[in-house]
């Protein structure tokens, strides 16, 4: 099934940096939401956008849905280590099922 | 208020054997979608239940069924297991069909042998 496409696939930073991603669909969607998921668990939301330009935070976490409505971004600013886990982002169509990215592995140096 | 529950957490089965995996979506929820989640082939949607009704289907062979009951909790079942089928299997729920916020409950892990 159609998949989206999330960059980078994985990054390593120093704690304290900030991080960004991103996520694209040739798809125009109309939901955009932002998982966190750590080894074992299961995703969890961070950050749900459903307005295109709109621009939300949660915490030290901020997530755009794209103007384009075929992309979305998070960013994590002051990166801890506990911040580790692969991000994951969702698209939906109108009255659709959600598609998901492959994610992006996080890893926190300290 | 609780949030999606998942049973069993872990469980190991024998190729050729069943599973029934079991998901109580969050207070007030009434679609429950199941994925599959393999490091290969990421989170597939595999269906989708709303007032008991199957709403949508993914793209798996018909030994991957489920069921959804009057006070919403779901249940999945997977026959005559492959070693393939090893997988997380993830409840998600939300308040209405293909409602555009999901909360996903922990997992079922399993792995078939």
């Known amino acids: 099934g159609q998949q989206l496409n999330q960059s980078p696939q994985s990054m390593f930073i120093q704690e304290g940096e900030d991080v960004s991603m991103n996520c694209t669909s040739s798809?125009?969607?109309?939901?955009w939401l932002w998982y966190k998921q750590d080894p074992g668990e299961g995703p969890v939301l961070l950050i749900a956008?459903?307005?295109?330009?709109e621009l939300t935070s949660n915490g030290r976490l901020t997530a755009q849905f794209g103007i384009t409505r075929k992309d979305s971004f998070l960013n994590i600013s002051a990166s801890i280590p506990s911040d580790v886990g692969i991000y994951f982002c969702?698209?939906?169509?109108?009255?659709?099922?959600?598609?998901f990215g492959p994610g992006t592995r996080l890893s926190v140096l300290p | 208020k609780a949030g999606v529950t998942q049973t069993p957490r872990y469980l190991i089965k024998t190729r050729g054997q069943q599973v029934t995996l079991s998901c109580s979506p969050i207070?007030?929820?009434?679609?429950v979608s199941w994925y599959q989640q393999t490091p290969g082939q990421g989170l597939q949607f595999l269906f989708e239940?709303?007032?008991?009704?199957?709403?949508n289907k993914g793209n798996f062979p018909g030994r991957f069924s489920g069921r959804q009951f009057s006070n919403s909790r779901s249940e999945m079942n997977v026959s005559t297991l492959e070693l393939g089928d090893s997988a997380l299997y993830l409840c998600?729920?939300?308040?209405?069909?293909?409602?555009?916020?999901?909360?996903f409950g922990e997992g079922s892990w399993l792995t078939v042998v």
């Open positions: 239940y709303f007032s008991e009704t199957q709403r």
């Open positions: 207070s007030g929820h009434r679609s």
């Open positions: 798809s125009i969607f109309n939901t």
């Open positions: 969702a698209g939906q169509e109108n009255g659709q099922n959600f598609v």
């Open positions: 998600a729920s939300s308040l209405t069909a293909s409602g555009n916020t999901i909360y």
């Open positions: 956008l459903y307005k295109a330009g």
